[in-house]
Each structure stands twice: as C-alpha cells, then as structure tokens.
C-alpha cells in the first residue's frame, strides 16, 4: 500500500447546519473541513502518498478510486446514504475500504463491503493496523482501546484541502464532556472528563493555518470547549489573546459550550478579547420536567434567558439548540418553545424533534421499553422523522413541531430579523471589536442585496437592513451575515413544510384509495362487474393525483426531491399492489371486464 486516498461522504443539503443555501453567497463549497480525516492524514506515515476527496466540495470518480491502494472513509450517521455510494463504487472498482468515524463505529455490524474498520479514536490503533496491513495480517475490525493522551497530538494536514472551498476552519482543542445528557452519545464516546491538547499544540494549528493563507472564522470543534474552566483561562486563553494581537486579529472563533459560561465573567472576557464572536449552547427546552428527564441538571441551576443575555452583553452570539419530543413534554412546549426564542433574541435556533442515537442512554432505555422502531438517519433538524414510539400522539407532535419552525423561521422572516436586531442591540458596542471589512465583503453585499430584495422575505430584509445600517453602523457587516444565514433558514423550512404538505396529500390519497377498494372487496360478488369499473376508475383518479402531486414536487428545491420521489414511488407501488391484490380476488371477471369496457 503506498496511495491513501481519504474520502468525505456528502452532507445532505436539506440541513441546518450545511449552511448551502447561504454559501452561495459567498462563493463557498462547504461551511468546514473534515478534520477528523486530515487529523488521521497527520497520523500516517511520510512513506504513503496522500490525497483527500471532500465529496461536499468535490465528486468522487472513478479515476481517484483507482489511483488508490486502498481507501479510508470517514463519516457521520447523517452521511450513510453518501458513505454507501462510495463504498460500493470502491467495492466495484476493487478497491480495498477502510472505514472509521462515528457512524462505522456505532453501526459497523451493519455496514456491508467494508475491508477493514478502525473505530474510534484511532491514535493508537492506526499504526498497529498500517502494520498489519503491510505485513498481510490485518483484521477485520481494530475496535478502540483506552482513551488516547492528546498532549502529543499531531497537526493536521490543512494542506490537503482545497481551503478556497471552505466558509470556516476547524480545530479541536479537547474531547469529552463533564455532563451526561441522556440523549448525548459525546460523553459516551469520548469519557465524562475531557483531555486538552496543551496550549501550545492549538498554537501550531493556527500558525499552520495562518502559513496557508487562511483569515477568518475558525471553529474549534470541542463539544464543550470549557469542560475544563481552569485550562481553559489559565492556558490556553491568555496565549490565543497574544496569538491574535501578534497577527493582526485574522482568525475569528466560535464554539460550543455549557451554560454554565454565564456564571464565569472573567471567561467570558477572555473569549471575547480572544476573538469569540459566536458560541453553540444546548439549550434544549424550557421546560424543567424534560430537563430532569433528559439529565441536563446544570441547565436546571440557572436562569437560562437571563444566562443568555448575559453571554450576549460580553459580545458573543449564543446560537442553540432546542428538543421537543421528551416524554415529558405537554402540547404547550411548542408555544414555550418558540416565545423562549424569540425573546432571547437567538438567531440561529436548531430546532429538532427528539432522536435516539446508537451508543446513548436514551436508545438503551428505549430499546428496554420496546420502543425502537429503527435506526436514526442523524437529522436532527428539519426532519420530520423520528425512531421511537413516543409519548405525546405523533401527528400532534409533527404538527407542533412544524408551528415552531413555521414561526421562527416564518415566511418573510419578520420573526427573524425581529431576533437579529434583538441580538445586535444586547451585543451594543462589544461585539466583533476587531472586525475589518474587506472588499470580498463589499462584494457580497451587493449581490445578496440584488439577490434578496426581491424575494418573499424582501420587505422585512430591507427594513431589518435600514435599521441596524443606523443604529448598529459600526458592526453593520454581522447585519449582512445575518441577512445571508436567514435566507439559508428561510429556504430549508419553506421547502420542508412544502415537502410535507405533498407527503399529507400522497397519504390522505393512498388512505382514500385503500379504503375504497376494500369496500368494492366487500361489494364485488354481489354487483362483481360494475365495481371492477369504479375500482378501474378510482385507480386511474390516484395515478391522476400523484402526477399533479409529482408536478408540485419538481417544484422542490433538488436537495428535498430525491427523498420526496422516493416516497412517490413508494406509495405508488402500495397502490398497485392493492389494486393487484383486488383484481386477484375476482380473475375471471376482472379479465372480463379489460376485454368488454363499459363506454
């Protein structure tokens, strides 16, 4: 094996988080890198060539498959179908896979035409399967060890990437969290107390990527970057603050964290004069019931629009997450929901209905209770799936779902921008302190002012436009930011609750037909040829019906079609196959009747 060529999987575009609807603004494939593969490419020896497919910037062909001696893959459950495609061109091709990240290390039993999986943090079991492979002896699955020390952690191949193609850059400064939510798979994963790389190995990462050229948002990936407070402000922040002030503030941070960064008013500062402008909180509902249920006991222990407000007022955007669905939600969680946002003033809500992920104990608890009903697809916002039997009625809990989403990222966006300004109001004059306005950003406003006055939303872009240019002039390029994210929002909701309109009408047809003919199924032997007819007929009203349905569905952005065809074709052959199984309870008259048609 001398060529390795690392591959990506796809990230659907129908998500909140691929961000695909606001890159083409700015001439971007992929809101963020892969760092896991490149962090692997840093492990693997001089002696291998290395080349690195993003399927999210880039397709993957025939001609890379072959120039390698073997093919890892790395992905996330939301991935699979992606991950599938790509395994199989390689079984095809004869092309060895080797397999690792989160959804091959959940799901391994499953995944078929996969040569070899490494799973887990692969820091120390990489080279003992490189070794084996060399040597003829490798096995099928190397299944992780102890928890890797980070204090020696290598940087990552950034110079594998087409960085052009990326919004953002990503590194990672710990992993683990302190918490243990029940329907979090992190600290299951990745232990309860988190391991840091050493201040100075963050250091290199950013001198690396400064090297290469990259000025702007950088993501360090940690599912909670102060699991460990102390480290955190005694180490790493004081030297990112100096980092930045050497080079000129180029690099602007965002991150995830606990809620528990309201209560530490010096971090806060720390991050804010380390450049953080953005931080992802799970928030998840505002009800204490489901907080207690899900284990999120550090949320119970402060207020959380005041927490929020807080973070604001020290010049950070808090962007969050909110469940419904918990067993011990009631029908007002979805109004509770949706005035808790608004009045926090949280631009960026990620909304989505309960999942149960492998390796979590929510999905052992409800696999206990009999409750699985199958496996996630890793959506988890603007899906309006779930895989488990729920407490509150389904169709009540897709509905309340869609009210929220319908109202936060409501049709012209008044809501909306009604939080932007809230935002931009409560960050005042600390926000984004060392933000220069460059001309690559001169351009995109022109194009997305062009490109969004006249859309549905544009009245409401305008005004939320006129207003912060007056009272928020000095920070008027995050007005732009958020102009662009909301068209994004925008996009994918109206396509989803279009999306499952269509589903409604496809169901409430399929249901109509089923039951009809049931009936004639009860009636045919009594007036046997004339039911054939109205049957034929009631067939030929459906095929009718699902071509107008089809008709609107071309209509759907492409990200949303190939799911809602899948699903044409699905009820289609249902209604065949009734109508099938109807015609073989009555052969000879239903041959009849095709031979001698009624005028």
């Not at 000025?215 to 990112?240: A, C, S, T």
């Amino acid at each position: 094996m001398k060529n390795i060529l690392l591959v990506y999987p796809e990230v659907p575009g129908n998500t909140y988080w691929s961000f695909k609807h606001a890159l083409k603004f700015v001439h971007k494939k992929s809101s963020m890198p892969p760092l896991g593969l490149i962090t692997i490419a840093a492990l693997i020896p001089e002696k291998y060539n290395l080349r690195l497919i993003d399927m999210n910037t880039g397709p993957l062909i025939e001609k890379d498959i072959l120039w390698a001696d073997a093919v890892f893959i790395s992905a996330m459950i939301i991935q699979k179908e992606s991950f599938i495609k790509a395994v199989s061109a390689c079984k095809r091709l004869n092309v060895p896979v080797v397999a690792g990240g989160p959804y091959p290390t959940s799901s391994y039993n499953e995944i078929e035409d996969v040569d070899h999986f490494v799973l887990g943090e692969v820091e120390d079991t990489l080279k003992i399967f490189l070794d084996d492979y060399e040597n003829g002896c490798a096995i099928k699955i190397y299944l992780p060890g102890r928890r890797p020390d980070l204090s020696n952690s290598a940087t990552p191949r950034f110079d594998l990437l087409d960085m052009k193609a990326y919004s953002s850059m990503s590194v990672q400064y710990s992993r683990g969290c302190p918490f243990k939510c029940e329907f979090c798979d992190i600290w299951k994963s990745y232990g309860n107390t988190p391991r840091l790389k050493p201040a100075n190995n963050i250091i290199l990462e950013l001198d690396s990527l400064y090297d290469l050229g990259w000025q702007g948002p950088v993501f360090i990936v940690d599912d909670n970057f102060i699991g460990n407070k102390k480290r955190v402000k005694n180490e790493l922040l004081p030297v990112l603050i100096e980092w930045q002030k050497k080079h000129g503030h180029v690099f602007r941070f965002f991150t995830e964290a606990s809620i528990n960064l309201a209560d530490d008013a010096k971090l806060m500062q720390q991050m804010k004069n380390a450049g953080f402008n953005e931080v992802f909180i799970g928030i998840e509902t505002p009800s204490r019931e489901s907080l207690k249920e899900t284990g999120k006991y550090h949320n119970l222990k402060t207020d959380l629009h005041k927490a929020v407000l807080t973070i604001q007022k020290h010049g950070m955007e808090v962007m969050a997450g909110f469940i419904v669905g918990f067993d011990s939600d009631r029908e007002d969680i979805f109004d509770r929901q949706i005035s808790f946002v608004q009045k926090a003033g949280i631009p960026k809500a990620m909304v989505g209905l309960l999942i149960a992920l492998p390796n979590t104990s929510l999905f052992s608890r409800l696999k206990q209770e009999g409750r699985i009903i199958c496996e996630s697809i890793g959506n988890n916002t603007h899906g309006m799936s779930t895989n488990f039997t729920t407490k509150m009625d389904i169709i009540k809990l897709k509905e309340g779902y869609k009210k929220v989403l319908d109202n936060i990222y409501d049709s012209n966006l008044k809501n909306y921008f009604a939080r932007c300004s809230m935002l931009l109001d409560n960050l005042g004059n600390t926000a984004f302190f060392q933000r220069k306005v460059r001309f690559t950003e001169i351009r995109i406003f022109i194009e997305s002012l062009f490109r969004q006055i006249f859309t549905r939303y544009g009245f409401q872009y305008m005004k939320f436009l006129a207003r912060n240019f007056i009272k928020h002039r000095n920070i008027f390029a995050e007005t732009i930011r958020f102009g662009i994210v909301g068209h994004h929002f925008h996009v994918i909701t109206r396509e989803m609750l279009k999306m499952d309109r269509i589903y409604s009408s496809l169901e409430t047809s399929y249901c109509n037909f089923r039951e009809q003919i049931k009936k004639y199924q009860e009636t045919v032997k009594v007036n046997s040829r004339e039911t054939i007819i109205k049957a034929t007929l009631l067939l030929n009203q459906s095929r009718q019906n699902f071509e107008e349905l089809k008709k609107k569905a071309g209509k759907i952005d492409a990200d949303f079609r190939d799911e809602i065809i899948s699903k044409f074709n699905e009820v289609s052959k249902k209604t065949e196959d009734l109508f099938k199984e109807f015609e073989r309870s009555c052969p000879a008259i239903s041959l009849k009747v095709r031979e001698n048609p009624l005028p």
